[in-house]
């Protein structure tokens, strides 16, 4: 590897030599690694195949979730998102006993109750995680989707980042078939709460439950926003809003 130090900065290849741009800077180095029809070929490199397409499966299943989910997390997710779910949905792959290596399916592993409880607690957002927000305890039923806190004072129970007037309250309930690739969320009504307003109970609750047969997920998001002249805006792109996995049936 070696540093562009030229007035022009190239990219792109030029003789066999690569020429981008980092987080260091424009580098160039030479071109190389194996051709891609020896890797889909060559007997030596079957492990290679196998692992690339375990990988991904386990991008895919990743992907659907995301997919289901994009309603709750466009709002609500860190830069490494993609990446940590994919980690997980390679464990899960693992956990598939019923094929050979190189076929196992992350839909297969996600009927194990560990697989299950890897996805549970998930934060799309690990700069607002639900237990660092949220102080207070609440109940989750699996069958309805309805997550319900008794009391709920935000000045008390939540961590209100400065400049926030009011907090938006929302659960999600999804069947996501990863065999398939079918997939369905339904989102509660929202609670949007001022944040001085007083104890009072919060119950989110979807209208419906998915009819898709699947793994089920329900989910809690908060939003945090600030009201001028009548109009909510976000805080800081939404770097405080939360959304987490509760509950994986």
């Not at 540093?3 to 160039?28: E, M, N, P, V």
């Not at 990446?83 to 006993?97: H, L, S, V, Y």
């Not at 196992?104 to 592993?109: F, I, K, V, Y």
């Not at 319900?148 to 400049?163: M, T, V, W």
């Amino acid at each position: 590897m070696a540093r562009q130090k030229s007035i022009l900065k190239l990219q792109g290849t030029i003789g066999g030599i690569s020429f981008y741009k980092s987080k260091d800077g424009y580098l160039a180095r030479e071109k190389g690694g194996v051709d891609a029809s020896r890797i889909a070929n060559d007997p030596g490199f079957a492990r290679t195949r196998e692992n690339g397409a375990e990988f991904g499966n386990a991008a895919s299943a990743g992907k659907l979730l995301r997919d289901t989910l994009r309603a709750l997390a466009k709002d609500a997710s860190d830069g490494r998102v993609t990446a940590r779910i994919t980690q997980i949905m390679a464990q899960i792959k693992n956990m598939d006993e019923a094929n050979a290596r190189g076929e196992r399916h992350a839909g297969e592993g996600m009927a194990k109750d560990e697989a299950k409880a890897l996805l549970i607690g998930f934060n799309f957002n690990v700069n607002a995680a639900l237990g660092t927000v949220l102080y207070k305890s609440f109940e989750v039923d699996s069958e309805t989707g309805e997550i319900k806190i008794a009391a709920l004072s935000p000045q008390k129970d939540i961590s209100l980042p400065s400049g926030a007037s009011h907090i938006i309250l929302k659960s999600g309930f999804a069947s996501i078939n990863f065999m398939t690739g079918e997939s369905e969320m339904i989102v509660s009504p929202p609670i949007r709460l001022a944040v001085n307003a007083e104890n009072q109970a919060a119950i989110l609750k979807p209208a419906t439950v998915p009819i898709i047969e699947g793994t089920h997920f329900i989910l809690f998001s908060i939003d945090f926003v600030q009201e001028v002249n009548n109009v909510d805006y976000s805080l800081n792109n939404n770097a405080y809003n939360v959304l987490a996995i509760v509950a994986v049936e």
